[in-house]
């Protein structure tokens, strides 16, 4: 690996080719060209890798690109096209700095836009899988904004996108997302129209909605994102939007009434920074009401213990649930305090994840919006309802 060489050639030119002749003379069976810097732009790569062919005609070469100018994966396809047989990279371009080489863009851009024979036949279909699957070894959140493995690589939100999408797949899609294991995603925003509300439904499992149907739910949705709610990355939410357009649907349970308490010198503390939050929940299953509370690690925490503390008695199923991520926007930044709220909750059981959404001037209502979708979304999938 000749460490920083597109830097060094561009410094002294004659001592740079003489390292990589010391190279081959000591046995080097590759010659790997290292952007360690990540600065090189492309056109300044290919004027140099050519340099080097014309010096050193008979070697092997490789490229290590660095991505610091955001040009990682475009100089290493430079570099093949230049006749490199060895790249350097990384699973979703983790590394020091702006990251490496991004492997998961390089391998289908080679393999499917160049003919290069990377992978084992099929192989290819499971890159997804191993983006994410090193994503999670890695505890990182997966970057749903990569190209070919990201959740976002085929999601199409504007009505227009979505209504060609559904006549010609190539209309905004440069492949079929299959091919690397991905899928196509319809999301549904102020921007949608009911061809994707119609396409949603129909993802889902639910049954075709009519074109009434759809309008009054796209009028809804509209409404509500008004309000602060965003369901792009809420499809839970979105879902049970969709459920409950059903005249004949009945939750799982119904809110009475709910009650958080934050409180500071209710009992001593070990430390004095340190409050009880206490939160009471009263909840309507059926025909029965259940009263309960709990003390929880701050108010939203006493909330969703709560509960599920009531829910539990009659679905203990929601036990396998655990909110493994909680954010929240601030969304007129203006009104300070007085300021609308979304909390996005992202929950897990087993294999499954799914988002939900809240949204309120007051952030545990906002909670409390997100939280109940989650547990009625989870009900309703455990008992193969949606």
């Known amino acids: 690996d000749a460490e920083h060489f597109f830097d060094g050639f561009k410094e002294d030119r004659d001592y740079a080719l003489q390292t990589l002749e010391a190279a081959l003379k000591g046995g080097a069976q590759y010659l790997v060209l290292c952007d360690t810097n990540g600065g090189t732009l492309t056109s300044e790569l290919i004027k140099i890798i050519k340099v080097v062919k014309k010096r050193f005609p008979k070697a092997s070469l490789g490229i290590h690109a660095h991505n610091d100018s955001e040009l990682a994966v475009a100089n290493s396809i430079a570099a093949v096209e230049l006749g490199c047989s060895q790249v350097q990279g990384t699973i979703n371009g983790v590394g020091e700095r702006c990251g490496n080489a991004n492997l998961c863009s390089i391998i289908p851009n080679l393999m499917l836009k160049l003919g290069f024979s990377c992978l084992d036949e099929g192989r290819l279909a499971r890159l997804t899988e191993v983006s994410r699957y090193v994503s999670e070894l890695a505890n990182l959140a997966h970057n749903h904004q990569l190209p070919y493995v990201g959740a976002s690589a085929f999601a199409h939100k504007g009505g227009m996108h979505v209504a060609a999408t559904i006549k010609c797949e190539e209309s905004y899609q440069h ?32 049954a075709s909605l009519s074109k009434p149907k759809a309008q009054a739910l796209l009028t809804r949705i509209k409404e509500l994102e008004s309000k602060g709610f965003q369901f792009e990355g809420a499809e839970a939410s979105f879902q049970l939007l969709l459920v409950r357009s059903n005249e004949d649907y009945r939750p799982p349970f119904e809110l009475v009434d709910f009650m958080v308490v934050v409180e500071k010198h209710r009992r ?12 009471m929940v009263k909840v309507r299953v059926g025909d029965t009401e259940v009263h309960t509370a709990a003390e929880g690690n701050g108010p939203v ?14 679905y203990p199923v929601v036990e ?35 988002n939900t959404v809240g949204s309120s001037t007051n952030i545990i209502d906002a909670s409390w919006l997100a939280l109940a979708d989650s547990l009625e979304y989870w009900l309703l999938k455990s008992n193969k309802t949606i």
């Open 175 to 206: 492949i079929s997302p299959g091919i690397v294991g991905n899928s196509q995603r319809v999301l549904v925003s102020e921007l949608s129209g009911k061809g994707n509300i119609t396409y949603k439904a129909k993802e889902l499992g639910l």
């Open 268 to 279: 001593p503390s070990r430390r004095a920074m340190e409050s009880l939050s206490e939160a």
């Open 301 to 314: 925490n006493a909330l969703d213990l709560a509960l599920r503390k009531g829910l539990s008695q009659f």
């Open 320 to 354: 396998q649930v655990r909110l493994t991520d909680y954010k929240v926007r601030i969304l007129n930044e203006g009104a300070g305090t007085e300021a609308q709220i979304r909390v996005l909750i992202e929950s897990r059981a087993g294999d499954d994840v799914w």
